[in-house]
């Protein structure tokens, strides 16, 4: 059995894999100890074979992770780094170790799925929205603030929003709260159309659109283009990535 880990910004989420075997876990890490987090939720796992992870949490996060695993297992994490070339996934930057993880790992599962022009949207505390040709090379992405981001960096910044919990379905918020809801999922939204309508024009015809992260079930109704929800898109491209792993 292999467990796969991606630990994000905010939530913890993981795949006990084997053949005929995908058990799919998550649990929020933000604004908790770290340490309980994994207790309440791995506390009770099989000892894995291989463990295989992407992180874009915090150093202190990913440190208190691999400890645990080592102490509890006395097996150490393999840790992913984005490659020059994986998988038939060519890379764009010019130092690809500079590139998130849990991106490349999308980028790796939808190059498993599809030969076709691709953009991935991630709606996660960040959102992402990555560009993947036919021929398999990365064209390149954008990163922006996700939604809890957006409304806490308001919330941050003004002396008269208070942080209360909106309705966010309609453009025209009828309270304070309404209007913060509103503006911040209409803005995310946006931001997304306009950055698929580019990529999309660029790539050309017949591009796919898949959508992952915490936040994409709120994102998908509004996206005015055809689009598949694929909640664990970076689990099964680690799981893809474990097959050469070392």
């Not at 984005?82 to 038939?88: D, I, N, P, T």
Request: proline letters at 4%; charged letters at 15%; a neutral charge.
């Amino acid at each position: 059995m292999r467990l796969l880990v991606d630990l994000g910004n905010s939530r913890l989420k993981w795949a006990q894999s084997a053949p005929n075997i995908w058990n799919i876990g998550t649990a929020v890490h933000a604004g908790q100890r770290m340490e309980s987090v994994l207790d309440a939720a791995w506390g009770k796992l099989t000892r894995p074979e291989k463990i295989l992870m992407s992180s874009v949490a915090t150093s202190d996060a990913c440190g208190t992770l691999l400890a645990w695993c080592q102490r509890r297992w006395s097996l150490a994490p393999v840790v992913v780094h984005a490659q020059l070339e994986q998988l038939g996934v060519k890379h764009c930057y010019a130092q690809p170790e500079t590139f998130g993880a849990d991106r490349w790992a999308a980028l790796i599962a939808v190059r498993g799925l599809t030969k076709t022009n691709v953009c991935i949207v991630d709606c996660g505390t960040a959102v992402t929205v990555d560009a993947l040709a036919a021929s398999g090379e990365f064209r390149g992405g954008a990163i922006f603030p996700g939604l809890q981001l957006l409304r806490a960096s308001l919330l941050r910044g003004t002396g008269g929003i208070h942080a209360a919990e909106g309705e966010s379905d309609s453009a025209f918020g009828c309270s304070t709260p309404d209007a913060v809801a509103a503006g911040t999922l209409q803005g995310l939204i946006g931001a997304v159309t306009r950055l698929l309508e580019e990529q999309m024009r660029v790539l050309g015809a017949g591009t796919q659109v898949f959508v992952t992260g915490g936040d994409a079930p709120l994102l998908l109704p509004h996206l005015k283009v055809p689009a598949k929800e694929v909640p664990d898109l970076v689990l099964r491209g680690l799981a893809r990535i474990a097959e050469v792993a070392a």
